[in-house]
């Protein structure tokens, strides 16, 4: 017969991350040695940061059992640890109209959270909460970058499904994230007359955010490129993809590029809404 497990957080644990539940299930002071590695643990007592002890890198290795000393002993809480916060992301049912412990900000049925272990087992207890889950630090991507020569893939990869349900892909919308650059030349591209790329806001602007700012409805690939060297558009930001608007629309006369918004698509694909890039001899305003 199977014993049903208590911990510290209570009886609905499994709500809890793993990851989550093995840092609550340390002692303050070595939480206070964890704050100094991971980013979403902090530590609200001076005192205790004043004693931990900085870790080396090898000594933050992970370290096997049959590895440590016969004579340590692994310690057992008492209690939760109330001086040790780290933040969360909690998944609700449905959306929550109250507010939860340590919130700091909301979408749907996502909340986000700076709690202490306590507060941890209070939303492990609220019946609106399925899951909590530890925050974690955003790490920017490393791509491997060549000129080799890439192979293309075998037809066989794209087949998804019933094409009697799909149609053979025809009317499919796809979209391609935080890219590092796009190949037009490629063949994959041949067919395609209209190149959409969605961003958070409606529309291109000149001087953005200033005094002056300018929205622009339709531009040519030569004013694009005029934008460009003026400075308008933000690395990392505009910048790169009006720089792939131009190569896409100067690779074939009939071509045209679509910046929005995607709560503004239906409205630009009317033009209603968005700024359209044409080859140079398209149309401006």
């Not at 809480?77 to 507010?99: C, G, H, M, S, W």
């Not at 005029?226 to 690779?251: D, T, W």
Request: aromatic share 6%; with cysteine; glycine share 6%.
């Amino acid at each position: 017969m199977a014993v049903k497990r208590e911990t510290l957080l209570g009886k609905n644990y499994r709500k809890i991350q793993p990851k989550l539940r093995v840092i609550s299930n340390g002692s303050e002071k070595v939480n206070a040695v964890r704050s100094m590695q991971c980013g979403s643990v902090a530590v609200d007592s001076e005192k205790l940061f004043r004693e931990a002890e900085p870790l080396t890198v090898e000594q933050v290795q992970p370290t096997k059992a049959t590895d440590l000393s016969k004579s340590a002993k692994r310690g057992s809480l008492k209690e939760l640890a109330t001086d040790v916060y780290t933040n969360v992301f909690i998944q609700t049912i449905r959306p929550q109209t109250e507010k939860l412990p340590g919130e700091t900000s909301r979408r749907g049925n996502i909340i986000t959270a700076t709690v202490n272990f306590e507060q941890l087992k209070q939303l492990a207890d609220n019946e609106n909460v399925s899951f909590v889950e530890a925050g974690a630090n955003v790490n920017a991507p490393t791509p491997t970058i060549s000129n080799g020569k890439v192979s293309e893939p075998l037809l066989t990869r794209w087949n998804f499904g019933s094409a009697a349900k799909h149609h053979n892909g025809e009317g499919v919308l796809i979209g391609i994230i935080d890219v590092q650059g796009f190949d037009f030349s490629h063949s994959d591209f041949l067919d395609a007359d209209v190149l959409i790329v969605l961003t958070n806001e409606p529309q291109v602007a000149l001087n953005y955010k200033k005094n002056n700012e300018k929205r622009l409805d339709y531009m040519n690939a030569t004013n694009a490129k005029k934008y460009l060297n003026e400075g308008h558009f933000a690395e990392g930001s505009m910048k790169p993809k009006i720089e792939a608007a131009i190569c896409f629309v100067e690779k074939n006369i009939k071509r045209k590029a679509l910046i929005t918004d995607y709560n503004c698509l239906s409205d630009a694909l009317q033009n209603k809404n968005g700024t359209w890039i044409y080859n140079k001899n398209g149309e401006e305003k």
